[in-house]
């Protein structure tokens, strides 16, 4: 189940979304295809539910947080392909992470 979506602030064919199998996907529209969707990363750290994705005002980067606390700043690479930049993690009161903003 899709729990967030992010448009990507300067690719209108690509965006990002996060769900309840704990991934992120980045996605790009295609007409070559017939789903009309290319698939073009899968970002696997979390482990509970993603609620949350976000782009930076560039793009270049990705934020993603979820029901494990956890916020993780991804990057893209000369290959179109996404690292995990940084990771961190609430240990407080915090019950899950429901919005980010840059």
């Not at 990507?8 to 529209?29: C, E, K, L, Y």
């Not at 947080?65 to 407080?92: A, F, H, P, R």
Request: glycine share 8%; aromatic share 10%; net charge negative.
């Amino acid at each position: 189940t899709t729990c967030s979506i992010s448009a990507h602030p300067t690719n209108s064919q690509r965006f990002a979304s996060g769900g309840g199998d704990s991934n992120v996907f980045i996605w790009q529209f295609s007409s070559s295809l017939p789903s009309g969707l290319e698939l073009m990363s899968g970002l696997s750290y979390h482990t509970q539910p993603v609620n949350c994705v976000s782009w930076n005002s560039t793009g270049d980067k990705l934020a993603s947080s979820g029901d494990d606390k956890l916020v993780i700043i991804w990057t893209e690479d000369e290959t179109y392909d996404y690292t995990q930049e940084l990771q961190m993690k609430n240990d407080g009161n915090l019950r899950e992470i429901t919005k980010e903003k840059w």
